[in-house]
């Protein structure tokens, strides 16, 4: 039955939750197990979801998986996601410096999601799918977010996040990473090779809001090979401009904002 504490909302967010890249079709009974529903209250749930278009079956093997609705809202919130409007033009400009995949990634949780990306030209490229959700531990992107949080909600993130690896590069030992961030908020932006797609780099620089707090990051990535450490710092100073570019746009003052940009990279 439906937990009344929760309400039927609260359920149905459960469910969608289930729903990764990685487990992108579900049963009821599967569902039923990773919410804690009864198995008749989720296939109930599941039915009811399925006939609002919030969910589509599989006839042949009766799983569940994500449906149209769901697109249609995201293209809804994507339309009013400032950010992305803001930060496009300077993507352009820094994917046709770099000729490298540049990311756009927002901070939601403790996770962060992609809402924009320009591939690149070069025919051996990385591509970083839309609304691909990673967390903050592994990869540039992530890192450079985690190290510029404030710090009651970095180590409320780093005590509660499992840090599972992606690859052997992946760093799953917290007093390593902690030094990683430390040398991430001295040097301005992050940098990884393979830490979550093997034979991957990048190199990111965190977007501030209005608020003066890390919103987000700018990502320029591309296989491992040509990513030098010549290559790194010349991208470290260039996504660090564009990033700063983004915050300005956004309303961020580095004037009356204690964070600061290393003008020394």
Not at 19 to 30: A, D, K, Y
Not at 117 to 139: D, F, H, K, M, T
Request: proline letters at 4%.
């Amino acid at each position: 039955m439906i937990d009344s504490k929760k309400g039927v909302l609260a359920h149905v967010c459960e469910i969608l939750d289930c729903f990764s890249q990685e487990r992108t079709e579900l049963g009821v009974r599967e569902l039923a197990r990773l919410t804690g529903l009864p198995t008749s209250t989720a296939g109930r749930l599941l039915h009811e979801m399925m006939e609002h278009g919030i969910l589509q079956q599989n006839p042949d093997t009766r799983t569940y998986t994500l449906g149209i609705r769901l697109l249609n809202w995201s293209g809804v919130y994507l339309a009013t996601l400032d950010i992305r409007a803001v930060a496009m033009p300077i993507m352009t400009e820094l994917q046709q410096l770099s000729r490298e995949t540049i990311s756009l990634y927002i901070l939601d949780g403790s996770d962060r999601v992609c809402v924009e990306r320009l591939e690149s030209p070069q025919n051996v490229r990385i591509v970083a799918r839309l609304g691909l959700r990673l967390p903050l531990y592994a990869g540039s992107a992530g890192k450079v977010i985690l190290a510029f949080l404030d710090e009651e909600q970095r180590e409320r993130i780093l005590a509660s996040d499992a840090l599972l690896p992606f690859t052997q590069h992946t760093i799953t030992d917290p007093v390593v990473l902690r030094e990683e961030l430390a040398k991430i908020r001295k040097l301005g932006y992050a940098y990884s090779h393979g830490e979550w797609i093997q034979d991957a780099s990048g190199v990111a620089a965190p977007i501030y809001g209005p608020d003066h707090n890390v919103t987000g990051a700018l990502t320029i990535s591309g296989p491992s090979q040509r990513f030098n450490q010549d290559i790194i710092e010349k991208y470290g100073r260039d996504a660090v401009n564009a990033a700063m570019q983004i915050s300005r746009l956004l309303g961020y003052n580095t004037y009356s904002s204690g964070t600061s940009y290393r003008k020394k990279i």
